[in-house]
């Protein structure tokens, strides 16, 4: 279950713009990364390419998970591989109730003669939304429809609850959040942590990683990964901010 | 979320109540035999219906005055192409009868696939496709439900109305429809024939809602429905009509007029669900009068047909009455829905709303068309109007054509008109969670016509999403 970036570019396809510039990264089953760097650097890009947003196209490289290729498949089939994407801005959408919605897509990612009881799954609705604080009444209403910033973001971590999937990329699952929210938002997230789980963490502040202590950082610089290290890196980065890893960007130096 | 436990339990038991609310209307075995009036009309013809129908003399008057202006009048000059309407070439009139329009095995395949996958039973799915006996231009009744005739609430045709009550369809026949409105309008009080009559007595709250269901069976069956309500000061009432699955038709007309009255204070909101076969003109004239304080509420799905031109109005008369429109038009193929509303305000302080909801693909045309009027007693009245389309295709198209005549100045009038096609970001977000394409497609769809769903008995709206499931299927490459 382990993702294999390799040499990845991606340019957006309106204007031809280059974000990803040969991206690099492995994260191991059972791993927790965290990816850090400055705004405006790719890293939003690189897990919205990863998903298959469509306003990306990659040019260059190759991504598998669990040993199979990523990008010839549609953003469905890449969700069917386990893969599940917490977005930075999850879409709005009107009259579609949210609690019908995570069991159509818990269903769309089983077998079709296998549906999971509805029983079952008002159970484990219910204890994941215990467990992420959420008042009853989110699931009832339309999907993300006038949720807060904070609402959306816990939205997006009961989802990746339910949908259990082996590989989560979170992007900036952290931005907005107040502390008590951030908490209970990383505790989502450990509940998962397990050797069968490996998770993806887009985020620019290291607070989210003081509560989910990652396995390993990449500073990410100009569509590049520019420094791997273990979760020390978050307190020099905090300390020290990303001046001397752009530098290193500068004269095309990786560590 | 207890709601999602009973679901499918809650699916089946509206399958099946829906399926006995069919069977209820107990299409008995000792038909009479075929009357028809022919092909074409006349005067004598006019006199000939009336005269089967053994009636008083002022509705014969009625009827050949509307006959004469019919000749006077000329095809609407707006809207769709009605070219290809043949109005020579109809049947008038025509007694029920066991004549089957057609044998099962000449039923399209699409059609029958269509009542498989919405789980329509098996009865109801050789009436539908017109290959079984079935009763034509009179609405078929079951008994009379105790509980509405005990509270004093009558629910018929209107054809038993005449001959049972002349006294309120004479007062209010044709008063708010006159036949000088459109040729249409015209043509169906000249050649009426069933249609729903409910009459509730001042302060009478009718608890369920009155269900009609509505068909067109025969080749070149012109159908002429006339429905007339009546509720009466602080009174209310619920009436659907109509049916979700498709149903067939020859080439043919369905000209129907509807009239409600709408007492001081009282209530009535009017649902039609109409899923016409590929070949139907539904050109209906539909209007209704609020009086003071009083309600008047149009819930109107539109889902096949060929072409379909209809505006349901509500003349809101006195101080404070409301008035709301909530549609839904499905162009799917070759379809011209040109729908829409009118609020024609009249007294001070009244309300209305438009809320019109289209989807057209594979070709299909929803037009909104639309009018509001504030007249100089209108003060401070206020009238809010949204479209909302989804073009699902290049091949469909959509427009939005809204009149408004304000004749003073302290009211408000918004409108907001809204086109789009199916968002790729919420595409995408759908998709990322493991649905696929059509799947992710049809969910939006739903999300976007669930204001219109919500309103409707559960067996129409579990039935409007099977319907708009199955349609969608193949939407996407």
Redesign the interface.
């Known amino acids: 279950m382990t993702l294999k970036i390799n040499n990845l570019h991606a340019i957006i396809k309106e204007t031809g713009e280059e974000i990803l510039k040969g991206v690099d990264l492995t994260v191991p089953t059972g791993e927790i990364h965290a990816i850090m760097g400055p705004n405006g650097t790719g890293k939003s890009t690189l897990s919205e390419t990863i998903m298959g947003y469509p306003a990306y196209e990659v040019t260059q490289g190759t991504v598998e998970f669990d040993g199979q290729d990523v990008l010839s498949r549609p953003v469905n089939e890449r969700a069917r591989l386990g893969m599940f994407l917490g977005m930075q801005y999850p879409a709005e959408i009107q009259g579609v109730n949210n609690a019908d919605f995570i069991r159509t897509a818990i269903n769309a990612q089983r077998p079709e003669n296998d549906p999971l009881p509805v029983m079952q799954f008002i159970q484990r609705l219910q204890e994941n939304m215990a467990l992420l604080e959420m008042p009853d009444d989110i699931t009832d209403r339309y999907l993300n429809v006038g949720f807060s910033g904070g609402e959306k973001k816990r939205n997006e971590v009961l989802q990746m609850l339910m949908l259990q999937p082996k590989l989560a990329i979170l992007d900036e699952i952290d931005s907005g959040l107040d502390i008590d929210a951030l908490r209970i938002v990383a505790k989502g997230i450990n509940h998962l942590r397990g050797p069968e789980f490996s998770a993806l963490l887009i985020t620019h502040y290291e607070r989210l990683l003081e509560y989910v202590t990652p396995d390993k950082i990449h500073v990410m610089v100009d569509g590049q990964i520019v420094k791997t290290a273990g979760p020390e890196l978050a307190d020099e980065l905090e300390a020290d901010g990303y001046a001397k890893y752009e530098q290193i960007r500068r004269n095309g130096v990786s560590e | 979320?207890?709601d999602?436990?009973g679901?499918?339990a809650a699916d089946k038991a509206a399958i099946q109540e829906f399926a006995s609310q069919h069977y209820q209307f107990g299409f008995h075995d000792d038909i009479k035999p075929l009357f028809s009036t022919g092909v074409g009309l006349t005067e004598e013809t006019v006199r000939e219906i009336s005269r089967r129908k053994h009636e008083p003399d002022w509705m014969l008057q009625i009827r050949l005055d509307a006959y004469h202006q019919y000749r006077q009048m000329k095809l609407p000059a707006f809207g769709p192409d009605l070219s290809q309407l043949n109005l020579d070439q109809l049947r008038y009139f025509q007694r029920p009868t066991d004549h089957v329009a057609r044998s099962w095995d000449d039923v399209p395949q699409a059609m029958k696939t269509t009542f498989e996958k919405m789980g329509v039973p098996e009865a109801e799915r050789k009436y539908l496709a017109g290959a079984t006996a079935q009763y034509e231009s009179e609405v078929v009744y079951a008994n009379l439900k105790r509980d509405l005739s005990r509270q004093g609430i009558i629910f018929m045709d209107t054809d038993t109305a005449v001959q049972k009550h002349p006294e309120i369809v004479k007062k209010y026949f044709a008063t708010l429809v006159h036949p000088a409105d459109n040729i249409f309008a015209a043509l169906n009080t000249a050649v009426w024939s069933g249609g729903t009559f409910i009459y509730v007595p001042k302060g009478v709250h009718a608890d369920a809602p009155l269900q009609s269901f509505f068909r067109i069976n025969a080749e070149n069956t012109g159908q002429f429905e006339r429905t007339l309500i009546v509720v009466e000061d602080g009174a209310s009432v619920n009436y659907v009509e109509g049916c979700t699955a498709p149903v067939y038709s020859e080439d043919s007309l369905h000209a129907a007029v509807v009239e409600v009255f709408v007492h001081p204070n009282a209530f009535c909101r009017y649902t039609t669900i109409q899923n016409w076969s590929s070949n139907v003109y539904s050109l209906e004239t539909k209007r209704a009068e609020a009086e003071a304080g009083a309600t008047m509420e149009w819930v109107d799905g539109n889902l096949g047909s060929k072409v379909t031109m209809k505006y349901p109005s509500i003349y809101l008369r006195g101080r404070e009455a409301k008035g709301t429109m909530l549609s839904i038009a499905f162009a799917n193929g070759p379809i011209d829905q040109d729908t829409g509303a009118r609020m024609i305000h009249q007294a001070p302080h009244t309300h209305s709303t438009i809320i019109s909801k289209s989807l057209c693909r594979a070709g299909g045309i929803c037009d909104y068309r639309g009018e509001v009027k504030m007249d100089e007693n209108a003060h401070g009245s206020s009238s809010h109007v949204e479209c909302d389309t989804i073009i699902m295709d290049d091949d469909s198209s959509s427009d939005t054509i809204p009149y408004n005549k304000v004749a003073i100045g302290d009211v408000a009038m918004e409108h907001e008109a809204k086109v789009s096609k199916v968002?790729?970001?919420?595409l995408?977000?759908?998709?990322?969670?493991?649905?696929?394409?059509e799947?992710?497609t049809k969910?939006?769809v739903?999300?976007?016509?669930?204001?219109f769903t919500k309103q409707l008995p559960m067996e129409y709206a579990v039935e409007l999403n099977r319907l708009i499931d199955f349609q969608m299927e193949g939407s996407v490459g």
């Open positions: 979320m207890s999602e436990a679901q499918q968002s790729e970001e919420e995408y977000y759908l998709m990322s969670r493991g649905l696929s394409e799947e992710a969910m939006i739903m999300g976007f016509i669930e204001p």
